[in-house]
Each structure stands twice: as C-alpha cells, then as structure tokens.
C-alpha cells in the first residue's frame, strides 16, 4: 500500500522498499528505497503548504542547505505530500547537544576535553541560521514590521489556545504594547518553528527542515508575508 503511495506521488518512479520513521511527528513519513523520504501533509489548507512553498523558494534563491522537493503531489492548490533527497547526517542537532551534555555530567570535564563538545557545532549553526534568514529575506522580501498586526496574530493565537479556560487579559496587555512601538525594524519570512530537532550536521555544514510552521497555528497565519514593502530611496 505505501508503494502504492509513492507511485501516486512519482507515477513514473520504480521504487522497491519502504519503511517508515518512527517518533511522534504530525506528519507521516516513509523512507522510500533508503535514497527519499515521503511526507504526507499533516492538514490540507487551501493553498500551499508552507513547508513546500518555503524549501521551492530558498532553492530558487540558490540556498543550498534545504532539501528542496523532488516530487509534490497536488491537488487543486493543496499540496498533499512531497518527496525529497534522504539527507546523510551525523544526527539532529537535538541530539548531538544533549549527548554533548551528558558527557560532560558523566565526565564532570569542561565542555572542551569532551570528544563530543557541541560548541563548534553550535557557532557553526547558528552561522548557518543567519544565511538561512538572509536567503529568506531574498526569498520572500523584508518589509517594514506592522506592530498592529503582530498585536492581532498573537493575541488571536492566544486565545485559540487556552479556548477562554485562562484569564489573558494580562498577557494580552504585554502583546499590545506592539501597537505603540517606535521601531520594530524589518520584517521577513521565518522557519515559524526552529528548535534543534528541526537541524541537521551534514558533513561540515548544517541544514534545516520542516519548514512547515507551528502546527497549532492557521495555516494562513503562517503563510502570511509582512503587509508593507519598504522602497529603496532613488
């Protein structure tokens, strides 16, 4: 039956083997051949899914360090799965900082006489993660931010989630001092949900996946492009 998935997302494909990824994900993910991985969409929105239409737009841009679809299956404007290139890695980069961490507690050595010092490898992250907003900000444009519409998203957001059981008044009070900000700076497209588990050590480099955005959010929220271009003075 997964083969049978994957022939509807390549019908031109000959794949042999698949297994899938374990762990709690909101997505399914299949491991086609041990050469591609598979993900169906965790929620099927009315346009694209912005893991999708993030990864297309950072390799247009010429950012390497995505795994840029290979195949989309759509239907209408909805993206019902994709499949990409299986990327090699020593590991997450979750995983890499907590092993870190536990030798040195074992060891009770400074960070730096342990084999698995993660310090390296976290300045060369977040090195990459700058790149990775500035190819964003090529991508998709930096704008002027609008406090206002920040205000409205996190307040909207909040209320979602605790679903009127929690008293926000207070906290909606903080999130409204974006209104009267003087100067929020520029605003670009983000990964909307990058923690260590959504990075990867490659070889010397890192890369970043998942760029579908914060699962509890509205898919047009997360898709939402800052409302006011800035010109350039002539």
């Known amino acids: 039956m997964a083969l049978e998935f994957c022939r509807v997302v390549d019908p031109e494909g000959t794949y042999a083997s698949v297994r899938a990824i374990g762990g709690v994900h909101?997505?399914?993910s299949l491991v086609i051949d041990e050469t591609w991985v598979l993900r169906s969409s965790g929620g099927v929105a009315d346009g694209p899914n912005p893991d999708v239409e993030v990864t297309e737009a950072l390799g247009g841009v010429g950012y390497g360090n995505v795994s840029v679809p290979v195949?989309?299956?759509r239907k209408g404007r909805a993206d019902l799965a994709v499949m990409r290139r299986?990327?090699?890695?020593r590991g997450e980069g979750r995983e890499l900082?907590?092993?870190?961490l536990r030798e040195v507690f074992n060891l009770r050595r400074p960070p730096r006489d342990c084999r698995l010092d993660f310090s390296d490898d976290a300045e060369d992250l977040g090195a990459e993660v700058a790149r990775l907003h500035v190819a964003l900000a090529d991508a998709f444009g930096a704008h002027a931010a609008q406090g206002a519409t920040w205000a409205d998203d996190m307040v909207a957001q909040l209320r979602r989630i605790t679903d009127?059981?929690?008293d926000t008044e207070r906290i909606e009070a903080v999130y409204q001092r974006l209104r009267s900000a003087d100067d929020l700076g520029m605003a670009i497209r983000v990964h909307g949900d990058?923690?260590?588990?959504k990075t990867l050590r490659v070889r010397r480099s890192w890369m970043l996946f998942?760029?579908?955005g914060e699962p509890a959010r509205l898919v047009a929220e997360r898709r939402r492009p800052p409302r006011r271009c800035v010109t350039s003075p002539a």
């Open 86 to 89: 299986m990327e090699r890695s």
């Open 164 to 166: 009127g059981h929690l």
């Open 97 to 100: 900082a907590l092993d870190s």
């Open 71 to 73: 195949h989309v299956w």
């Open 26 to 28: 909101t997505n399914t």
């Open 194 to 197: 990058l923690r260590l588990d």
């Open 210 to 212: 998942d760029f579908e």
